[in-house]
T-cell receptor
Framework: GESVGLHLPTLSVQEGDNSIINCAYSNSASDYFIWYKQESGKGPQFIIDIRSNMDKRQGQRVTVLLNKTVKHLSLQIAATQPGDSAVYFCAEIRDDKLIFGTGTRLQVFP | NAGVMQNPRHLVRRRGQEARLRCSPMKGHSHVYWYRQLPEEGLKFMVYLQKENIIDESGMPKERFSAEFPKEGPSILRIQQVVRGDSAAYFC????????????FGPGTRLLVL
């Protein structure tokens, strides 16, 4: 079936390095994606979104890239900090509801 | 501007009891969504409501689960005769409109069924 999924379950990076979290989707009609950050015991926190008419969008220390040809998007975090440690989900809005992948756990080491 | 509020944050119930979870959307938001999350998994859509209307309940179990969003007051997710498999984190999200709007989440209610 159609899905929004992630390539890697865990990503470990050193503090100060850049992090790249990947996400693949299978529905070519998907047109709106959101990245969420979820810390332990908390609700998902909106990070950044992107629509299908864009290839790239930047926020504060974060960049989302969308490649519609291969149905892939990524979240780049610059100068990763310990506070970035969390599970990151990409989600697609489809039929008025969010479809989540299983998440990537980002671990930041000093 | 307060965010999405949920209460209680933690709820313990014995099998067969009822669980009531409450959600107050962000100010100005009239669309509410409920999601369930099992440990180490992503969130799964349950139901989408507007004031006094259920728009999409395709993710709700057919029995024991119900949701409402009255004209006044918070949205309520009700689980009757809880079973151990209902233990999960339940998150509420809200958005100001439907099409093309991000959803913002509350802190969740963690339900534990003994």
């Amino acid at each position: 079936g159609e899905s929004v999924g992630l390539h890697l379950p865990t990503l470990s990076v050193q503090e100060g390095d850049n992090s790249i979290i990947n996400c693949a989707y299978s529905n070519s009609a998907s047109d709106y994606f959101i990245w969420y950050k979820q810390e332990s015991g908390k609700g998902p926190q909106f990070i950044i979104d992107i629509r299908s008419n864009m290839d790239k969008r930047q926020g504060q220390r974060v960049t989302v890239l969308l490649n519609k040809t291969v149905k892939h998007l990524s979240l780049q975090i610059a100068a990763t900090q310990p506070g970035d440690s969390a599970v990151y989900f990409c989600a697609e809005i489809r039929d008025d509801k969010l479809i989540f992948g299983t998440g990537t756990r980002l671990q930041v080491f000093p | 501007n307060a965010g999405v509020m949920q209460n209680p944050r933690h709820l313990v119930r014995r099998r067969g009891q009822e669980a009531r979870l409450r959600c107050s959307p962000m100010k100005g938001h009239s669309h509410v969504y409920w999601y369930r999350q099992l440990p180490e998994e992503g969130l799964k859509f349950m139901v989408y409501l507007q004031k006094e209307n259920i728009i999409d309940e395709s993710g709700m179990p057919k029995e024991r689960f119900s949701a409402e969003f009255p004209k006044e007051g918070p949205s309520i997710l009700r689980i009757q005769q809880v079973v151990r498999g209902d233990s999960a984190a339940y998150f509420c999200a809200s958005s100001p409109r439907v099409r093309g709007d991000a959803q913002y989440f509350g802190p969740g209610t963690r339900l534990l069924v003994l």
